[in-house]
């Protein structure tokens, strides 16, 4: 069972991207999904999270108004929207899922993908 997140690329401030994260050897429908972050050196940190259902969803502060985290069940995927980045926002982004815990705890998550790296620059 893994997950595989795809969709980091090079961008320049106030551009968007989409990552996704789909699920290979097992379904989502009965798992929150969490996207983190990390810069190296630093600890891992919450962006998002969606219940299996999509019908809890938290955001960062940091990210709120910016970012929108969504799943399609059928197709075993889920997605972070990124709008209006920042440099700030550059960094190792990771999804996560877990069939007991929704929410920014990364400790709470078992499954993690590979990462996918974002990088916002001029």
């Known amino acids: 069972s893994q997950l595989v997140e795809s969709g980091g690329g090079l961008v320049q401030p106030g551009g968007s991207l989409r990552l996704s994260c789909v699920s290979f050897?097992?379904?989502?429908?009965?798992?929150?999904i969490a996207w983190f972050r990390q810069v190296p050196g630093k600890e891992r940190e919450g962006v998002s999270s969606?219940?299996?259902?999509?019908?809890?969803?938290t955001y960062a502060d940091d990210v709120k108004g910016r970012f929108t985290i969504s799943r399609d069940n059928a197709k075993n995927i889920a997605y972070l929207e990124m709008n209006d980045l920042k440099p700030e926002d550059t960094a190792n982004y990771y999804c996560?899922?877990?069939?007991?815990?929704?929410?920014?705890?990364?400790?709470?998550?078992?499954?993690w993908g590979q990462g996918t790296h974002v990088n916002v620059s001029v």
């Open positions: 969606i219940s299996s259902r999509g019908l809890t969803i």
């Open positions: 050897g097992f379904t989502l429908d009965r798992h929150a």
């Open positions: 996560a899922a877990s069939t007991l815990y929704t929410g920014l705890d990364a400790s709470r998550y078992g499954t």
